[in-house]
């Protein structure tokens, strides 16, 4: 989509006021799809130069203003793109809320998470030093009796040395 300055959009309305050309020849002199000049004549209309106005950023908008204009779209005899002016929106914007509503309910209207889901769960700082003292009194645990079974190993060699193996060999 192309998206054009506010001060082309604001010629192209004062020459559509001062002309007395119609939407549609403004829209061919000057390469617009079909609707553009309305749509922006709608804007300025309602929110005045400001409307026409480049977006450099993300709007969010809350759960309650998506139901408010739901609300209003179907309690008024407007369309779409009427409703969309009236609240400084996008006509697509509105149907996708519309739709969203129609499909899920006012559940559908809440924000998701954006984003892959982490992998690595969120530990806090208490439970990550119980779990970092409960490892490292496990490893004291199982090096004392690493510790235990070396002796008891070396005493077993010992005493095979000193008293030789249990059972004579026999020779043939």
């Known amino acids: ?11 192209v309305i004062q020459e559509y006021l001062d002309t007395g050309y119609s939407q549609l020849s403004l829209e061919h002199k000057y390469s ?25 950023s ?19 005899d407007l369309s779409m793109s009427e409703v969309a002016s009236t609240h400084n929106l996008l006509c697509s914007q509105v149907s996708i809320w519309f739709k969203l509503f ?5 559940e559908a209207l809440k924000p998701k998470k954006k984003g892959r889901p982490s992998k ?4 806090s700082k208490k439970n990550a030093r119980k779990m970092l003292k409960k490892e490292s009194d496990e490893m004291e645990a199982l090096r004392q009796e690493l510790r235990q079974v070396k002796m008891e190993r070396d005493i077993l060699k010992k005493s095979l040395t000193l008293f030789g193996p249990s059972k004579p060999k026999i020779k043939r």
Do not use: C
């Not at 690595?120 to 530990?123: D, F, L, Q, T």
């Open 58 to 76: 993300r709007r969010e908008f809350t759960v309650d203003f998506k139901l408010y204009v739901i609300n209003y779209y179907l309690n008024n």
């Open 120 to 123: 690595v769960s969120k530990i």
């Open 32 to 56: 617009l799809p079909k609707g553009t000049v309305k749509r922006w004549w709608a804007t300025y209309n309602q929110n005045g130069p400001d409307g026409l106005k480049l977006r450099h």
């Open 102 to 106: 129609k499909e899920g309910g006012l």
């Open 1 to 11: 989509m192309t998206k054009y300055a506010q001060k082309f959009k604001l010629d």
